[in-house]
């Protein structure tokens, strides 16, 4: 098949930060992306996240990825070392001229393990249903060049439908390795603790299918990690994170820190602590864009914004523009509650 152009420079710069797959800056914000294993390990017994990214605006078309996520525990009795996560996800990803789009939904579930009171081990899986789009009317082909001009008039001896049904069957599988020093259940913003995991995305290799031709998705291997470090008698922590991803030829590697600062008062009659927290950071997709960021908390809610800015050789195109990205996470209880029952706070 003749190479569709529209898609080809939006190709090439997809293969440079991992192709084929959603991915997102803020992965410490998306756990249900990043690893099937982290469904269900939160502080709180309810977790909802939206997330927006827009990436390459002065290149071409710009990617626009949409996605929600919501996650919950059952079985979450504290006489009992067992608990399980359930959760699902719907993420959407349009790009290009031609708006190329991926629209993806799957549910998580994850066998959460009390080693004792400072170790979880969680292992999850991932199924969903997923399609492909394209705007057929935008593409250009080689075969519509008349030796001096693109005439579209011409037929492009090609088929003319490249959208696809609805495809089921997509599997990822992980394990997740959970340490707290605290005594709330899983995380804390506050003593030490560190979560380590590994992914094996795509188990079933779904084929990918445009007019007469197929090919199969690359599988892809991740191996994640995070750590939350207080420091001693101070209002501050530090929350370093890494993320690992290789996809058949194409691999990234993204790490940095987060700076957390909370501040507030306590309440010793509602039970709740009129805290939030300011965090700010740095992190880097290596050799591809350096990634500030700045945040808030407040009680349930914590915003996000990340940007991009672009390193490689794109920039002659890019000016160094990347993309920018919108996270808006919800937890309940507030996870700030001193309150019986309450599991915790933000990861």
């Not at 949409?66 to 990803?93: Q, W």
């Not at 030490?192 to 299918?209: D, I, N």
Request: hydrophobic share 35%.
């Amino acid at each position: 098949m003749k190479k569709i152009y529209t898609i080809v420079l939006l190709s090439l710069i997809t293969l440079s930060i991992s192709a084929q797959d959603f991915h997102f800056s803020q992965f410490y914000n998306t756990p249900l992306i990043v690893n099937p294993a982290l469904t269900g390990v939160f502080g709180g017994d309810q977790r909802a996240m939206l997330i927006y990214r827009n990436q390459w605006a002065t290149v071409a078309s710009p990617y626009k990825t949409y996605g929600f996520s919501f996650d919950t525990r059952l079985l979450d009795n504290r006489s009992s070392n067992f608990s399980l996560g359930t959760g699902l996800g719907v993420y959407k990803d349009v790009a290009g001229d031609t708006d190329y789009g991926i629209t993806n939904a799957v549910i998580s579930l994850s066998g959460i393990l009390a080693i004792n009171k400072k170790q979880h081990f969680t292992i999850g899986a991932q199924g969903g249903i997923e399609q492909r789009t394209l705007n057929n009317p935008d593409l250009i082909w080689d075969e519509q060049y008349n030796g001096s001009g693109y005439d579209p008039s011409l037929s492009s001896q090609e088929s003319t439908n490249y959208n696809q049904g609805l495809k089921a069957g997509d599997v990822n599988v992980g394990l997740a390795w959970i340490y707290s020093e605290s005594q709330r259940r899983i995380v804390s913003n506050k003593d030490f603790s560190v979560k380590l995991g590994a992914v094996y995305h795509h188990l079933t290799k779904q084929e990918l299918s445009y007019g007469d031709e197929a090919d199969n998705l690359y599988s892809k291997l991740s191996f994640h990690g995070e750590s939350n470090i207080s420091v001693s008698n101070s209002n501050v922590s530090f929350k370093p994170s890494f993320l690992y991803q290789k996809q058949g030829p194409s691999q990234e590697l993204l790490l940095g820190t987060l700076i957390r600062y909370s501040f507030g008062f306590d309440s010793k009659y509602t039970g709740i602590m009129k805290q939030t927290a300011l965090f700010i950071g740095i992190h880097t997709r290596v050799g591809d864009a350096i990634i500030p960021s700045v945040g808030y908390e407040i009680t349930n809610w914590k915003i996000s914004f990340s940007y991009d800015a672009n390193i490689s050789k794109l920039v002659s195109a890019s000016n160094s523009v990347g993309g920018f990205e919108l996270t808006l996470i919800f937890v309940n209880p507030n996870p700030f509650s001193y309150g019986k029952g309450n599991s915790g706070r933000f990861n």
